[in-house]
Nanobody
Framework: QVQLVESGGGLVQTGDSLRLSCAASGRTFSRVAMGWFRQTPGKEREFLAAIIWSDGSAHYADSVKGRFTISRDTAKNTVYLQMNSLKPEDTAVYYC???????????????WGQGTQVTVSS
């Protein structure tokens, strides 16, 4: 089992920045990739970014490329999502997840955090 705990969400204004954190524990040796997703009511969970834990290679969804940055701290077993130039449409619950393979597909991620709310006011 891998346990994931997100933090860093909150209420910000348009144009602000926010950094989300996701601390991993448990059988983390099985993890190849970590990803960030988000979900709004009535919509499917959307892929945002993923990172290969071993070498830090990253991939982004077009919707956040250039504004969001995923990174990891191997010593702290933590993955981050730096979000800049936030817009009201970024309002969502943000989830981190772990996958035993490199993927940007939601169904390939088998461990999930509880989610953290991000609200961007106009």
């Amino acid at each position: 089992q891998v346990q994931l705990v997100e933090s860093g969400g909150g209420l910000v204004q348009t144009g602000d920045s926010l950094r989300l954190s996701c601390a991993a524990s448990g059988r983390t040796f099985s993890r190849v990739a970590m990803g960030w997703f988000r979900q709004t009511p009535g919509k499917e969970r959307e892929f945002l970014a993923a990172i290969i834990w071993s070498d830090g290679s990253a991939h982004y969804a077009d919707s956040v490329k250039g504004r969001f940055t995923i990174s990891r701290d191997t010593a702290k077993n933590t993955v981050y999502l730096q979000m800049n130039s936030l817009k009201p449409e970024d309002t969502a619950v943000y989830y981190c997840a772990a996958s035993p393979r490199w993927s940007i597909i939601r169904s390939d991620y088998n461990y999930w955090g509880q989610g953290t709310q991000v609200t961007v006011s106009s």
